[in-house]
């Protein structure tokens, strides 16, 4: 471990929110109502990528006659009025280390397969919104994860170069994206569990953020004594 890892990055759905049970949910009923299925070991091929990526699963799957563009925003639709409707909960310890993080003056960015409208909107409903000094979409990348694109465009903004870059991801596209970029990874499995090569792989799989308290001083020692 580097000692002078200066910024840290965020995955935003099934990390800093639980998004994904309402995703899963929204692309089940859209499906549905085109005549088509999906399961869950079909959705957990979802998990981490952006929609072109999600486009190509759907049409290998059903064929390049797939409905994608009505299916998306049927999905878009359903999900973000149940979504607005019942709230959209905080993962576990996301304020109390992003305060951490912040009176530590420890660089904080956010890389995000979810479109920016919504992305500021989830985060300006939470009140963090204020704690990310860049946000990455991908609508500002060419390629989505598991491409390192995203994670090179936040360390490209921040002015930090990647290995001096710890980031924290609940997919499995998003380690091997980040570890492709050249930054140290800490995974906090949502939905999907990570495999043995995954595990190996990234610096630390945590259950949830709450447990990054404890690293604190290992990720950030050199960054806190020079502030």
């Keep these: ?14 990390l800093l929110f639980d998004t994904e049970s309402i995703a899963r949910w929204a692309w089940k009923e859209a499906l549905a109502s085109h005549g088509y299925a999906m399961s869950d070991e079909l959705y957990n091929e979802f998990i ?17 006659n797939f409905p994608f563009e009505s299916v998306t925003a049927q999905r878009i639709k359903i999900g973000d009025e149940r979504e607005m409707r019942e709230g959209l909960p905080t993962k576990a310890g996301v ?17 995000t397969g979810t479109s920016r409208a919504r992305t500021v909107r989830r985060l300006t409903n939470a009140a963090i919104h204020q704690y990310f000094t860049t946000i990455v979409t991908s609508e500002d990348v060419a390629l989505g994860k ?11 903004r921040i002015n930090v170069v990647p290995w001096q870059c710890v980031v924290f991801e609940d997919s499995s596209v998003g380690v091997k994206a980040a570890l492709t970029a050249g930054m140290c990874t800490i995974m906090v499995p949502d939905i999907e569990q990570p495999s043995p090569e995954i595990t190996s792989l990234a610096y630390r799989v945590l259950k949830s953020l709450e447990q990054v308290s404890d690293l604190i ?9 020079k502030g």
């Design 48 to 64: 981490g990528r952006d929609l072109s990526w999600r486009e190509k699963i759907l049409k290998k799957r059903y064929g390049e």
């Design 95 to 111: 304020l109390d280390l992003l305060n951490r993080l912040n009176n530590l003056e420890v660089i904080i960015g956010l890389a």
């Design 217 to 225: 001083e290992e990720l950030f020692g050199e960054t806190i004594k």
């Design 1 to 14: 471990m580097s000692p002078s890892i200066r910024a840290a990055i965020f995955d935003m759905d099934g």
């Design 146 to 156: 598991p491409a390192p694109d995203i994670f090179l465009e936040v360390s490209r």
